[in-house]
């Protein structure tokens, strides 16, 4: 299994990107995202098509997308995230320049990447917003002023390989012992093949791994290696039948994540279904085993695709064994609609329990055990609403940088929350919302937030944004502060500072009271159509851990 893991790794000779040390020990894998597609818009006043973009760049404190003011995106517009067919983020578009948007996030099931598809509604460009086509670009036959602009099919995605390669490195400093730390150099390739050679084979791959060197007394040195994705995809002469062997990921089968089998669909205009059978990879190093196997199915129906409202629904069925042992048998049932307002998703997985399940560990027979939704609602150009709830017991997450506040969040994932948001004009927006949470590791918990921006002001799209969250558990109270600002440097490098703190009181032992600082400042860099860099540095001074944090990653798509 060594040799096999060994030579999965050296497939691509990448490595992890590298998580903070705030971050929660859990990887995640981030499919691979549908092609961008070209979207004609219609002539006024019919309304315009959804286009696509990408994510480029994903920090700490904002998305960036390859589509900007010429694509028919505007400031404070709502943008979906959409990963294999799913919607997995809503985004609220903060600073706007000719081609390129930098998004806050809304809501989030499952953290963007990049690479993810970013889906919107075009729309001709707010009074006074420049017009001008970049250069070596082609506008679409409808942008300018008065009509939205035509998206156009983007030279990273369609027939052929396309993919990103990048390199990482993070190093972390203890500035109260400087022998504390470690460094770790990391690189990542994905690679999306359509149609190669001009056969009827797709290949997706997508191999990360990471090298950490430790540098205090006693430490060992730490080689990770992690294949998400390695797959090829034979395609019926049909056109509608797909035959997928290898390392996979099913957007149809979610409750299933990762397996290295084989996988068997087929579109029926309205309606699909697949069949699987495949094992699970080891739960510690990512390798090839064969301890746990699955077999399952689903169908679905869902709505034709030029219809303005899409929506749809699948029921699956999933039996995996343990050495031929029962070891989870379950069905599970997964609901989305898009509409010209209204955004929803829900998934929920239900357990057939039996054998040793009932006899020894005292289960009902059928139980539910995992459920995710999430709402949105626009009410109208300046109003969104939003709700949610999550109960799902094990997620796994993967984020290329974490901050103190991401983690908060992370804390407080599990449960229910509502909240909303107001746009007051072209520049100025606030929002709140309430969280109360029933698992994870902030056990029962609640939380009240409030936040504002002002943002897009300027030829150098200046914004901040400011949030405050109250929050209580069984064992804590606190308040957490966080203040994000940036402006343009040119056209092709932005400037983010942050500062942020927490204060919290143990309701049980004053000795566990803190208080913790942090700040930091980012720069994001486009270097062209094809190369994204980002230069980090943040310092974190609390009551119980004082470190320095530098970060520089580069991606080359292609």
């Keep these: 299994m060594r040799a096999t893991r060994i030579a999965l ?259 029926g205009g309205r309606w699909g279904a697949g069949f699987f059978a495949g094992t699970q990879p080891d739960p510690t190093d990512f390798g090839v085993d064969g301890t746990v196997t699955e077999y399952g199915g689903y169908y679905l129906v869902h709505s034709r695709a030029p219809e303005a409202k899409q929506w749809a629904v699948t029921l699956g069925l999933i039996d995996s064994y343990a050495e031929g042992d029962v070891n989870r048998e379950w069905f599970y049932l997964q609901g989305r609609y898009r509409g010209p307002r209204l955004n929803g998703f829900v998934t929920s997985e239900i357990d057939y329990n039996r054998s040793w399940k009932v006899s020894e560990a005292g289960e009902s027979t059928v139980s539910p055990t995992s459920t995710f939704a999430t709402l949105h609602f626009r009410a109208s150009e300046h109003v969104s609403l939003r709700a949610g709830y999550d109960n799902r017991r094990s997620v796994r997450l993967y984020q290329d940088r974490v901050t103190p506040a991401t983690t908060f969040d992370d804390a407080y994932r599990q449960g229910g929350w509502a909240g909303a948001s107001f746009r007051f004009g072209r520049h100025f927006g606030i929002g709140a919302d309430a969280r109360v949470s029933t698992g994870g590791p902030a056990g029962r918990a609640d939380g009240y937030s409030g936040d504002l921006a002002w943002d897009g002001v300027g030829g150098a799209n200046f914004g901040f944004s400011l949030r405050t969250t109250r929050y209580g558990n069984d064992h804590s109270d606190g308040w957490l502060y966080t203040l994000i600002g940036g402006w343009d440097l040119g056209r092709r490098c932005r400037m983010d500072l942050s500062v942020g703190r927490v204060e919290e009181t143990d309701t049980e032992d004053t000795a566990l009271d803190r208080s913790d600082d942090w700040y930091g400042i980012d720069l994001n860099i486009v270097m062209g159509r094809s190369w994204f860099a980002i230069v980090s540095w943040e310092r974190y001074t609390g009551t119980f851990n004082d470190n320095d944090q530098g970060y520089v990653a580069a991606t080359y798509r292609f």
């Design 9 to 267: 790794a050296l497939v691509a000779l990448v490595t992890v990107p590298a998580p903070s040390p705030h971050a929660r020990a859990q990887d995640a894998p981030p499919p691979a995202a549908a092609p961008a597609t070209a979207a004609q818009v219609p002539a006024a006043p019919a309304p315009a098509a959804p286009a696509t973009a990408r994510i480029t760049y994903v920090t700490g404190t904002s998305i960036y997308l390859d589509a900007g003011r010429q694509e028919g995106i505007n400031e404070g517009d709502t943008i979906e995230v959409m990963r294999d067919g799913q919607m997995i983020a809503t985004l609220r578009v903060a600073y706007l320049s000719e081609h390129s948007s930098s998004c806050t996030i809304v809501g989030v099931s499952e953290p963007p990447a990049v690479g993810d598809v970013a889906r919107y509604t075009p729309r001709a460009p707010l009074t006074g917003a420049a017009g001008a086509t970049a250069p070596g670009e082609v506008a679409g036959p409808g942008s300018g002023a008065g009509a939205a602009p035509t998206a156009t099919r983007s030279r990273f995605s369609g027939p052929g390989l396309h993919g990103r390669a990048g390199v990482r490195y993070l190093v972390v400093r203890d500035t109260g012992n400087a022998d504390n730390g470690y460094t770790q150099p990391s690189l990542d390739l994905r690679l999306d093949g359509e149609g190669l050679g001009g056969s009827d084979f797709d290949l997706n791959v997508d191999v990360r791994a990471r090298q950490t060197y430790r540098n205090w007394p006693g430490s060992e040195d730490q080689r990770l290696d992690r294949v998400y994705r390695l797959s090829t995809t034979y395609r019926f002469p049909d056109r509608r039948q797909r035959l997928t062997v290898g390392r996979q990921f099913a957007p149809n089968l979610e409750a299933v994540n990762i397996f290295d089998g084989a996988l068997y669909d087929i579109d």
